[in-house]
């Protein structure tokens, strides 16, 4: 006998195909909110530790102390699940830094952060190149991200936000990649923060 008889099958939402790409839900309570957190934590530590490759979605339910449909139920997919740790590190860096910084500063010091732990970064980054070459690419308006308000906020145009960010993102990678310097990124970033800012 299968075990679909037995309803041991993975629950309806696993199965979604390409033309039927579930979104993540949404918390709407304070413990569905705190249960996200730990899961963006646990998933955060594991993919500093073992790398994106090395991270498997039961581990991080079992390191998060959630049911695995309940980890399935925020993050579909292991690429959206470390796209969300990406915007959580940048949200939790920019609650901890002046609104009224540089802009510039602001960027060279998360991607000082974000770089602290070359693991985790590298996760972040590959999983939005696979996030990006799949069959249904999650689309974000960049202007909506935390990151994009803060820039939003010293810019206030969409586009230069736009072109200051999505820099911001290629050097990172070039760093990441070691196709630049830090010292050369940081020379970029702050010339295109300068160019962002210019009337």
């Known amino acids: 006998m299968s075990v679909r008889a037995f309803g041991a099958g993975p629950p309806e939402y696993f199965k979604a195909g390409p033309s039927e790409v579930r979104r993540p839900a949404a918390p709407t309570s304070i413990r569905q ?59 939790q860096f920019l609650d901890d830094t002046d609104t009224d910084a540089d802009l510039a500063d602001t960027f060279v010091e998360l991607t000082d952060e974000l770089l602290a732990s070359p693991l985790l970064a590298s996760a972040v980054a590959l999983s939005s190149f696979t996030e990006y070459a799949g069959a249904v690419p999650t689309r974000i308006d960049i202007t909506g ?9 010293h810019l206030g145009s969409g586009s230069r936000v736009r072109m200051l960010v999505y820099t911001w993102w290629g050097l990172f990678v070039a760093v990441l990649t070691e196709e630049l310097t830090p010292d050369q ?10 160019l962002a800012a210019a009337r």
Do not use: C, N
């Open 145 to 153: 991200t935390a990151l994009g308000r803060r820039a939003l906020g």
């Open 33 to 91: 909110a705190a249960r996200r957190v730990r899961i963006l934590r646990a998933a955060s530590a594991l993919g500093a530790r073992d790398g994106l490759a090395g991270v498997q979605m039961h581990d991080v339910a079992r390191e998060a102390g959630v049911a695995i449909a309940t980890l399935y139920r925020y993050f579909p997919s292991k690429p959206g699940l470390f796209l969300a740790v990406l915007e959580w590190h940048i949200e």
């Open 185 to 194: 990124a940081e020379h970029d970033l702050r010339l295109a923060a300068r």
